[in-house]
C-alpha cells in the first residue's frame, strides 16, 4: 500500500488544520492507521490512530481533546482533525498503516509497514 500525506501548512496558534492520508494499492478499510510526528531534534512520537476493526481510536495524551483521527473507507483516506494548535504541535506528520495491530501495538511506530512521506505543520505567530 502507498501512502500519500498531505494538508500541512503555517497556522497561528490556536487555529486548526486536517491532515489526510489517502492510501492506494490496497483496501485502507483493513489496515490500521497511525499519524505520528517528529519535530526537529526529537524522536519520532505517536500522536494518533485508529484501528481497522471496530474503528477504535488512541491518542497521546498532548494531543487528546483537541485532534480527531477518522477514516472514510470508500475515499480510501484516513483524517487527523488538529484544533486549538499550539507551537509544541510544530513537526512534520507522518502516517502509517499496517494490518493486524492488536490494540496495545497502536502506539509503537515500529508495528507500522507501511509509511507516507510526511507533511510540515508549523504553528507560530
Known amino acids: 500500500v502507498q501512502l500519500q500525506a498531505s494538508g500541512g501548512g503555517l497556522v497561528q496558534p490556536g487555529a486548526s488544520l486536517r491532515l489526510s492520508c489517502a492510501a492506494s494499492?490496497?483496501?485502507?478499510?483493513?489496515?490500521?492507521t497511525g499519524w505520528f510526528r517528529q519535530a526537529p531534534g526529537k524522536e519520532r512520537e505517536f500522536v494518533a490512530a485508529i484501528r481497522w476493526r471496530g474503528g477504535s481510536t488512541a491518542y497521546a495524551d498532548s494531543v487528546k481533546g483537541r485532534f480527531t483521527v477518522s477514516r472514510d473507507n470508500v475515499k480510501n483516506t484516513v483524517y487527523l482533525q488538529m484544533n486549538s494548535l499550539e507551537p509544541e504541535d510544530t513537526a512534520v506528520y507522518y502516517c502509517?498503516?499496517?494490518?493486524?495491530?492488536?490494540?496495545?501495538?497502536?502506539?509503537?511506530?515500529?508495528?507500522?509497514?507501511?509509511w507516507g512521506q510526511g507533511t510540515q505543520v508549523t504553528v507560530s505567530s
Open positions: 494499492g490496497s483496501t485502507f478499510g483493513a489496515y490500521t
Open positions: 502509517a498503516a499496517s494490518q493486524g495491530i492488536i490494540i496495545t501495538a497502536m502506539r509503537n511506530p515500529t508495528s507500522y509497514a507501511y
